[in-house]
């Protein structure tokens, strides 16, 4: 991606991501929301441009092995995880090529699909 970090931040909220906040304790770290969900956008950032980055979410919801490897064989680009403390956590890379209106209004409408598709595999 060549795009700075403002641009981008201006483009993905024109794209359906609403505000970004900075996140407090992580530089080119953003909070946003997609409907409920509290997430949180990570930019990697090299010479003051945005090279690539990642949407997270995590939850306060115990999930095992078995329903990681359901969602993950059944989603192909929103990838879930079990953290460290057995808690469900969701992301979804950006790689170069999304750095445009059509492309970020793209993983916007897959990111909250999937994310409101959360219950039907973690209840």
């Given at each position: 991606?060549?795009?700075k970090e403002a641009a981008f931040l201006s483009l993905a909220s024109r794209c359906g991501f609403g505000r970004f906040e900075p996140h407090a304790n992580a530089?080119?770290?953003y909070n946003f929301y997609t409907g409920d969900y509290r997430c949180i956008l990570f930019l990697d950032i090299h010479n003051g441009h945005v090279r690539s980055g990642q949407l997270f979410?995590?939850?306060d919801l115990s999930v095992n092995e078995h329903q990681v490897n359901v969602w993950n064989r059944n989603n192909r680009f929103v990838k879930a995880y079990q953290s460290p403390h057995g808690l469900l956590a969701v992301e979804?890379?950006?790689?170069s090529g999304v750095a445009n209106?059509?492309?970020l209004r793209e993983v916007f409408t897959l990111w909250s699909i999937q994310l409101s598709?959360?219950?039907e595999v973690f209840g």
């Amino acid at each position: 991606m060549k795009i700075k970090e403002a641009a981008f931040l201006s483009l993905a909220s024109r794209c359906g991501f609403g505000r970004f906040e900075p996140h407090a304790n992580a530089p080119s770290a953003y909070n946003f929301y997609t409907g409920d969900y509290r997430c949180i956008l990570f930019l990697d950032i090299h010479n003051g441009h945005v090279r690539s980055g990642q949407l997270f979410v995590g939850f306060d919801l115990s999930v095992n092995e078995h329903q990681v490897n359901v969602w993950n064989r059944n989603n192909r680009f929103v990838k879930a995880y079990q953290s460290p403390h057995g808690l469900l956590a969701v992301e979804l890379d950006l790689l170069s090529g999304v750095a445009n209106e059509d492309g970020l209004r793209e993983v916007f409408t897959l990111w909250s699909i999937q994310l409101s598709r959360l219950g039907e595999v973690f209840g």
